[in-house]
């Protein structure tokens, strides 16, 4: 429900028992509250302007209410027009809404700074952080995009992990050398990971197919070493059969 804007004017409850309201007539006790009403609204500070009085209310009235006490009359008359009695002990004036009215404009001037602040510095907040990515939900509810984990250099106390010797166990693979490898590669190319396991995990698959791209494939013809070759006798250099004792005719 959208909050009630309109003015109000204050009245206690035992206002119409008041020892000077009591008595008034009807046509008084309404004029009174009409008078209040008007002023608050006009933030006139319970001024009556006499050319207003005149035309609203009627003079017998005006009368009833500057007479019903003899010291604090509810209706006092003054230069232009007439006065309610202690208005601003019960109502509200227009210094009081002027002060209010600036302590909000000087509360919303803080929350935008407070704001603007906050905005300006949450770029370099988020990249200082170095938090895990893990998803936070609001008190609300509504689940927040994770923070992503800063890159970093591989750690000095870096060792592999049980499923790492696990996995180079049940392909084959030296695990030993592939650390040495992986440390000496990081530490060279100044490689920067946010998670070491999972890099090296993906260092010993590659491990895998290398290991089975190195494989001998089917059996190829070898040839001859050079101490198996035979020379020609006549012909030194020349391997047998002799293709310059062939072409002379001469015995190999």
Same mark, same amino acid.
């Given at each position: 429900?959208?909050?009630?804007?309109?003015?109000?004017?204050?009245?206690?409850?035992?206002?119409?028992?008041?020892?000077?309201?009591?008595?008034?007539?009807?046509?008084?006790?309404?004029?009174?509250?009409?008078?209040?009403?008007?002023?608050?609204?006009?933030?006139?500070?319970?001024?009556?302007?006499?050319?207003?009085?005149?035309?609203?209310?009627?003079?017998?009235?005006?009368?009833?209410?500057?007479?019903?006490?003899?010291?604090?009359?509810?209706?006092?008359?003054?230069?232009?027009?007439?006065?309610?009695?202690?208005?601003?002990?019960?109502?509200?004036?227009?210094?009081?809404?002027?002060? +209010?009215? $600036? %302590?909000?404009?000087?509360? #919303?001037?803080?929350?935008? *700074?407070? @704001?603007?602040?906050?905005?300006? /510095?949450?770029?370099?907040?988020?990249?200082?952080?170095?938090?895990?990515?893990?998803?936070?939900?609001?008190?609300?509810?509504?689940?927040?995009?994770?923070?992503? +984990?800063? $890159? %970093?250099?591989?750690?000095? #106390?870096?060792?592999?992990? *049980?499923? @790492?010797?696990?996995?180079?166990? /049940?392909?084959?693979?030296?695990?030993?050398?592939?650390?040495?490898?992986?440390?000496?590669?990081?530490?060279?190319?100044?490689?920067?990971?946010?998670?070491?396991?999972?890099?090296?995990?993906?260092?010993?698959?590659?491990?895998?197919?290398?290991?089975?791209?190195?494989?001998?494939?089917?059996?190829?013809?070898?040839?001859?070493?050079?101490?198996?070759?035979?020379?020609?006798?006549?012909?030194?250099?020349?391997?047998?059969?002799?293709?310059?004792?062939?072409?002379?005719?001469?015995?190999?």
């Amino acid at each position: 429900m959208d909050k009630d804007r309109r003015l109000y004017a204050r009245f206690a409850l035992d206002f119409p028992d008041s020892p000077k309201i009591a008595p008034l007539s009807d046509a008084a006790f309404r004029a009174l509250v009409e008078m209040t009403c008007h002023s608050r609204r006009m933030l006139d500070d319970g001024f009556i302007d006499e050319r207003i009085a005149s035309r609203k209310w009627r003079k017998k009235v005006i009368e009833e209410l500057c007479s019903n006490d003899a010291v604090r009359p509810s209706l006092l008359r003054v230069d232009g027009g007439f006065q309610v009695h202690d208005f601003a002990e019960h109502q509200q004036t227009r210094a009081d809404i002027e002060k +209010k009215r $600036e %302590a909000g404009r000087a509360g #919303g001037q803080a929350r935008a *700074q407070a @704001h603007a602040q906050a905005s300006a /510095e949450a770029p370099s907040k988020l990249t200082t952080e170095t938090e895990t990515e893990t998803e936070t939900t609001t008190p609300k509810g509504v689940a927040r995009a994770p923070r992503r +984990k800063a $890159e %970093a250099p591989i750690p000095d #106390g870096w060792n592999p992990s *049980q499923n @790492h010797v696990a996995f180079a166990v /049940e392909f084959g693979i030296d695990l030993g050398h592939e650390v040495a490898q992986f440390r000496a590669h990081a530490v060279a190319n100044d490689r920067r990971q946010r998670d070491w396991d999972a890099a090296f995990r993906q260092w010993l698959g590659n491990a895998k197919k290398w290991a089975k791209s190195d494989r001998p494939g089917p059996s190829m013809p070898v040839a001859p070493r050079a101490a198996d070759v035979r020379e020609c006798a006549v012909h030194a250099g020349y391997p047998l059969p002799c293709p310059r004792c062939a072409e002379g005719g001469a015995p190999y």
